[in-house]
């Protein structure tokens, strides 16, 4: 897209850190942050990624100061922020409710803050069609936001998010209002921008797929913790417990014995990763890891194939009952319809174990 | 579905407007119509010399405008931060400002009468006696004002909690708030200026009101516009006519009025 490589002249100097230590709050009966540690480094474009209710949005808000702490703190660049009130924050936010001023047309949204600021008007509406060419909406300044579409008007909360030039930027699940494929071209240009300005960003989401093709890390919480924080790559590959792992990708569980660091399952003796005591355990499995081959003398035998694209997803159910997923390049996935017998293994490589779950 | 039911929609419209227009039209005929002379507007030109006109008239609208101002001044506040503080008063502040409606005026303004006798005789030796006599000015009554502010407590507390419903107060304020606006300009620039129907609904109905409102005023010995057409009325019976259909008019100017003002800056500064 040609808009995008309209610059601001300038770009922040100086990107921020931001901390937070120990975060508690409590509604009432619910816990939505149980102690809550992490760090932003500089610059960096941090997911926060969970399922719904864990305390995502309670964070971020905490660091936009509309919500406070019953303990910890909220630090930006090693200061402690926690009683600034929002308006001195210095956080623009973008909010998963379309949130353009209805009263104002899309360059006065855009400058709302510098009008705040006292900017003087002619300066103001430069600014205001700078940061519009920014987000390739430059010839929509005169509209309202009815007049706009639901991702025009997140763009246009972008630019007036950053027109402050604000040390972090905050997103609220920017992209869950907007169909699937905007949805894809605007996480993009929200990556991109973020790259040319530089600017310390925390992007909350529920959509795994989301975190992992746009941050720098994600850092995936449960219950108003952290469960992780890790580059995407590490978090899919080597996911720290059972809940980032089923929850990141997806995970198939097989029964195994685990026995002296060593688990049994398939047929096969494996190296395990995981603290879990001896005995029964689940080996956490990802479809591109499963290997599935024709086999008269199998145990196992297929339930049903997902044609994906470049692989075809099988399910095979096992002698005992169990099913797993495993993804096969579609040329090797050819006969393998419902009812065929086959063969299950594994690479002899570690497997990730946890405590079984009761089925 | 919604075609065949015209033919019903123009005889029910048919309908409603035979029945406004009927008396008011009828009202307007016996004004001008003397016996035996034909038209003759004499009964108007006669209430523009009668001594009063003007001068009730704009008592009434400045004690429409102070309550309009009060009552804006108290209600607005208090609903936005009863939705943005505590939702679940909400409920409670309803059933509070719909009382008005259930106390009859004529209750309502014999409490009034008690306060106001019982107030000089107990405190005539603090400075809340003087507060007594500021609010019983004949030149301006406030006392009218602060009756007229419970009296339309009901109909602002439905128009801007309306008016509330329609936009997201919380997330707006929120976005003023993170592009540097402080509570108050979070308040009058981003919520206000969304709001202009409500208030201008409210506007409405409590102008309406205070216009037309007798009982109180009349009890309280005050002579507004309502009171003025009463008196005279009292007198002759084409002339009461005529300043009833004045009345009317008048009431009908402010309101257009009004809505022409709220109407003309809302397109000028948003068309939303
Ligand atoms: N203002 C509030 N009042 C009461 N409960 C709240 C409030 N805000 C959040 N919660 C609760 O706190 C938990 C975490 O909420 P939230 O941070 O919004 O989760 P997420 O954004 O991860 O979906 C939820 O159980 C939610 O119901
Ligand atoms: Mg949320």
Redesign the pocket.
């Known amino acids: 897209m040609t808009h995008m490589t309209a610059t601001l002249p300038e770009t922040l100097e100086k990107a921020a850190t931001v901390e937070f230590r120990g975060l508690r ?1 409590e ?2 009966a ?4 149980d102690g809550l540690d992490l760090t932003v480094r500089p610059g960096e474009f941090l997911a ?1 990624l ?12 905490m660091l936009a100061g509309f ?1 406070h702490p019953d303990s910890g703190a909220v630090l930006v660049d090693g200061e402690d922020v926690t009683q600034v009130p929002a308006h001195r924050r210095d956080a623009g936010m973008v909010f998963q409710s379309y949130s353009l001023f209805p009263h104002l047309n899309a360059v006065d949204n855009v400058a709302f803050g510098l009008r705040m600021r006292g900017t003087r008007t002619a300066e103001r509406r430069s600014r205001a069609a700078e940061l519009l060419e920014l987000v390739g909406l430059a010839d929509k300044g005169e509209r309202y936001p009815h007049q706009l579409s639901g991702g025009q008007q997140q763009r246009i909360a972008l630019a007036r998010a950053l027109a402050l030039r604000p040390r972090v930027l905050l997103l ?2 920017p992209l869950s209002a907007l169909d699937a494929k905007v949805r894809l071209t605007l996480r993009e240009e929200i990556r991109r921008l973020q790259q040319e300005l530089g600017i310390t960003t925390l992007f ?1 989401t ?1 959509d795994q797929e989301e975190a992992l093709s746009v941050a720098d890390r994600v850092a995936v ?1 449960r219950a ?1 913790r952290l469960e992780q924080c890790a580059a995407p790559a590490e978090l899919y590959g080597r996911p720290a417990t059972a809940f980032v792992a089923e929850f990141v990708g997806t995970m198939s569980r097989l029964p195994g014995e685990l026995k002296d660091g060593t688990v049994e399952v398939l047929g096969q003796r494996l190296p395990a990763d995981g603290e879990v005591p001896d005995g029964p355990v689940d080996a956490l499995v990802r479809p591109e890891t499963l290997r599935v081959a024709a086999d008269e003398q199998g145990t196992a035998c297929v339930v049903a194939t997902a044609f994906l694209g470049a692989v075809v997803r099988v399910t095979v159910r096992l002698a005992d009952g169990t099913e797993a997923k495993a993804d096969l390049p579609a040329h090797e996935a050819t006969g393998l319809d419902a009812g065929t017998a086959v063969g299950v293994s594994l690479p002899e490589r570690p497997v990730l174990v946890a405590a079984r779950t009761q089925k | 579905m919604a075609r065949r039911l015209t033919p019903w929609r123009w005889v029910v419209l048919g309908l409603a407007a035979l029945y406004f227009l009927v008396p008011l039209v009828a009202s307007v005929i016996f004004t001008v119509d003397a016996p035996g002379q034909g038209v003759t507007f004499d009964a108007y030109t006669k209430i523009l010399s009668t001594g009063g006109f003007v001068s009730s008239l704009l008592l009434s609208l400045e004690l429409a405008v102070a309550t309009i101002a009060v009552v804006l001044l108290l209600m607005v506040p208090a609903v936005v931060a009863l939705r943005l503080g505590a939702p679940r008063l909400r409920p409670v502040v309803e059933v509070v400002c719909s009382l008005p409606l259930v106390v009859p005026p004529i209750a309502f303004v014999a409490g009034i009468v008690t306060v106001l006798k019982w107030g000089p005789e107990h405190l005539s030796r603090t400075p809340l006696f003087e507060t007594f006599v500021v609010i019983q000015n004949q030149d301006f009554p406030l006392v009218l004002v602060l009756a007229y502010v419970v009296m339309a407590l009901p109909f602002v507390y439905r128009a801007l909690d309306a008016g509330l419903r329609a936009i997201d107060v919380r997330t707006l304020v929120e976005a003023a708030r993170s592009c540097g606006a402080s509570w108050p300009q979070a308040l009058l620039q981003a919520v206000l200026p969304n709001l202009r129907g409500a208030l201008l609904n409210a506007s409405f109905l409590t102008l309406a009101l205070v216009l037309g409102e007798f009982t109180v005023s009349h009890l309280l010995g005050y002579a507004p516009f309502a009171v003025w057409i009463y008196n005279v009325g009292g007198e002759q019976a084409q002339m009461s006519v005529a300043v009833s259909v004045l009345s009317l008019l008048v009431t009908w100017a402010l309101l257009l009025a009004l809505a022409g003002a709220g109407g003309r800056t809302r397109s000028a500064s948003s068309r939303g």
């Open positions: 709050r509604f009432g619910t816990v939505a942050l926060l969970g399922p719904s209710g864990c305390g995502k949005t309670t964070a971020l808000r919500e609220d699940e909350v529920h919480m108003g």
